[in-house]
C-alpha cells in the first residue's frame, strides 16, 4: 500500500494538471471590442439641414485620459474641407463634435479613432449626404463589424499564439510527470 500512495499522489497531481491546462486551452478569450452601432446623422442618408454636431454612438464607454485627446472625430464636406470643430466630447458611450456652417452640397465623410474601455484603439468611417447627392457606395456601414469592414488589430492571431504556447508548455510539462512518475515506480 505505501508503493500505492506515491503513485496514486503523482496521479491526482498529473490529473489536477491536465484538467486546469485543458480549462485554460479551451477557455475563450475575450477578443471583442466597442462597435459603433448608432451616428447621427444616420450612415448612408441625405439630410437637407446642415446638423450644427455628429453624434456616435458606441457599444461600450469610451475612455478618456485628463488632460489629453485620445478620441477623435473629423467630417470633411464633398470638396474635401473639414467642417467638423476640435472640440469633441465624450459622454460615457458617446462621442460629439462641433460642425462649422457648410454650404458645400454633396459627400459627407465621417472618420473615427475612439479608444474603447478594453483600451483597443477603433477607427472607421462612414458617410452621409448634404442635398441631393447621395454617398459613394463602397462607403463602410458603421453597423458592420470591424472584420467585416476590413480592419484586423491583429487579435485573432495573438489568441492563436497564446493557444500555441499554452499546448507547448503543456506537452512539456506533461512529459516531464511521465518522467518523474516512471523514475519513482523504477526506484520502488
Known amino acids: 500500500m505505501e508503493k500505492l500512495a506515491p503513485n496514486l499522489r503523482y496521479f491526482t497531481e498529473f490529473l489536477v494538471f491536465v484538467l ?3 480549462a ?4 475563450p478569450v475575450a477578443s471583442a471590442h466597442t462597435q459603433l452601432i448608432k451616428s447621427d446623422p444616420k450612415n448612408d442618408t441625405i439630410i437637407e439641414t446642415w446638423p450644427g454636431q455628429v453624434v456616435l454612438t458606441f457599444e461600450d464607454n469610451l475612455q478618456t485620459l485628463k488632460n489629453q485627446k485620445i ?14 470643430a ?20 454633396g459627400p459627407v465623410l465621417v472618420t473615427y479613432r475612439v479608444v474603447g474601455k478594453d483600451g483597443h484603439p477603433i477607427e472607421g468611417e462612414f458617410a452621409f449626404s448634404f442635398g441631393q447627392e447621395t454617398p459613394p ?22 489568441r492563436n499564439i497564446g493557444i ?25
Not at 457606395?137 to 495573438?158: K, L, V
Not at 512529459?175 to 519513482?184: K, L, M, N
Open 137 to 158: 457606395a463602397d462607403m463602410p456601414n458603421p453597423d458592420q463589424s470591424e472584420a467585416a469592414q476590413g480592419i484586423d488589430d491583429g487579435s485573432n492571431e495573438n
Open 86 to 105: 476640435d472640440d469633441e466630447v465624450v459622454t460615457q458611450n458617446q462621442l460629439r463634435v462641433s460642425l462649422v456652417p457648410n454650404t458645400v452640397k
Open 164 to 188: 500555441f504556447v499554452y499546448s507547448v508548455a503543456a506537452i512539456f510539462i506533461l512529459s516531464g510527470i511521465f518522467i518523474a512518475i516512471r523514475r519513482a515506480k523504477s526506484q520502488n
Open 20 to 22: 486546469f491546462t485543458l
Open 24 to 27: 485554460q486551452i479551451s477557455t
Open 71 to 84: 478620441n477623435f472625430v473629423v467630417v470633411n464636406n464633398a470638396q474635401g474641407d473639414q467642417v467638423s
